[in-house]
């Protein structure tokens, strides 16, 4: 699958990596106390976690300013509670590993701050990833806008024709499709992806070196 690809990209959280779905499910209720926002579902969480235009689930569905709600989910959103709540998935070292060795470019664009990008990286294998950008610490607009993707293609002289991005959510999917990337699906269980257009899907990173017929 990714053999005529010299350039392959990942997203991190939910396609590297696993945050454990307590971790949300602790996290988001404790700033909606704090602020004083509605009673949300699991659900409704799910959303904000893995969703496209997280601004709106916040104004919707959280009943408040998203500025407010960032600001104070940052003061809850620890670098030591996120760490303790991270674990590389099973497949994630190895698949890294065999697509350096397949001689491929890899880069990894998370739509996450930088901190959060360093813990999630310190599990895996973070030598053999050449290039590494976290969107909420730079000045470009969040996911599914392409800006950031056409940096990174910029700084490693990759096209997008020649790029594979690999995600878990339909902003990735939304986000590859913008930059003009090919984009594979990893579902890892966690959500539901609904799209009005095709998206290819793998259950395991181990699927991305197989031939497809």
């Known amino acids: 699958m990714i053999g005529t690809y010299s350039h392959v990209s990942f997203d991190l959280d939910g396609t590297l990596v696993h945050t454990k779905a307590d971790y949300r499910y602790r996290i ?13 579902s ?55 590993r065999m697509i350096r060795e397949a001689g491929k470019t890899i880069s990894v664009i998370t739509g996450a701050p930088s901190w959060i990008a360093d813990i999630e990286l310190a599990k895996l294998q973070r030598e053999d990833i050449d ?44 986000f590859a499709e913008a930059a003009g990337c090919d984009f594979v699906l990893v579902d890892r269980g966690e959500c539901v992806v609904r799209s009005s257009k095709p998206i290819k899907t793998i259950r395991t990173l181990r699927h991305l070196f197989e031939s497809v017929a």
């Open 131 to 174: 290039h590494v950008f976290a969107i909420k610490t730079s000045r470009y607009a969040e996911k599914p806008c392409p800006d950031s993707m056409h940096h990174v293609l910029r700084s490693l002289g990759r096209e997008a024709h020649e790029t594979l991005y690999i995600g878990n959510a339909l902003e990735d999917a939304l």
């Open 28 to 40: 988001i209720p404790a700033v909606l106390v704090e602020l004083g926002g509605q009673h949300v």
């Open 42 to 96: 699991h659900e409704d969480m799910d959303e904000f976690w893995f969703g496209a235009h997280r601004g709106e689930t916040i104004r919707n569905r959280f009943g408040l300013e998203p500025d407010a709600f960032w600001e104070c989910f940052h003061r809850h959103d620890t670098p030591d509670a996120r760490s303790r709540d991270t674990v590389p998935y099973p497949d994630a070292v190895d698949a890294i």
